[in-house]
């Protein structure tokens, strides 16, 4: 019997020859991945003009004491869904455990947490998020959209927005200003 490989708790890093320009330069968190299909949350792009703060008052939450940080843009589905990729010293309602390395949540406990001061220690929040049917991705890692890397938390909640997508390739040991769209021959 053949084993299949899924990728929860990994990094999926657009290469240069992604075909889906809405992908360009992403780096999405894999945080769900079996045999009927893939959740991840984009990590690499801030949304303009919306902050943790102007979110947490949208749902009437007093966001006063809270730090203004960026919502990033999470995917192209469901854009007005919000997400929270947090560390795991916070567990609650509907939460999704991903391979050990971080927690998802998308109800309203957890940004009421976080304004309370009693949240998570390590948190990201985004709208969207991208989504695979069942096949789906398996078929899009033998091409040249994505390169699978190491979901290293760190990296996902220390490492700056715009410098996500580079510093998890050289964290593999590639050098993305090396990289190049379309494949060669010989």
């Not at 299909?37 to 792009?45: C, D, F, Y």
């Not at 843009?73 to 929270?84: A, D, Q, W």
């Not at 398996?138 to 190491?150: K, P």
């Amino acid at each position: 019997m053949i084993q299949k490989s899924f990728y929860a708790g990994h990094f999926l890093l657009a290469l240069p020859g992604m075909a889906d320009t809405r992908f360009d330069h992403s780096i999405v968190a894999l945080c769900v991945h079996d045999e009927n299909g893939a959740l991840g949350i984009a990590v690499g792009e801030e949304m303009e003009g919306v902050t943790l703060r102007e979110l947490l008052e949208s749902f009437d939450i007093d966001g006063s004491q809270v730090a203004d940080v960026p919502v990033l843009r999470g995917g192209p589905v469901e854009p007005r869904r919000g997400f929270v990729l947090h560390s795991l010293d916070w567990g609650g309602q509907d939460m999704v455990q991903v391979d050990n390395r971080w927690g998802l949540s998308g109800s309203l406990d957890i940004l009421r947490a976080i304004a309370e001061g009693r949240g998570p220690s390590r948190y990201l929040v985004a709208l969207g998020y991208a989504g695979w049917g069942a096949g789906q991705l398996e078929q899009e890692m033998t091409g040249e959209s994505w390169f699978l890397a190491d979901g290293d938390p760190d990296l996902l909640f220390d490492v700056p927005t715009r410098r996500k997508w580079a510093a998890a390739y050289a964290a593999s040991g590639v050098d993305a200003s090396h990289l190049v769209s379309g494949a060669g021959s010989a």
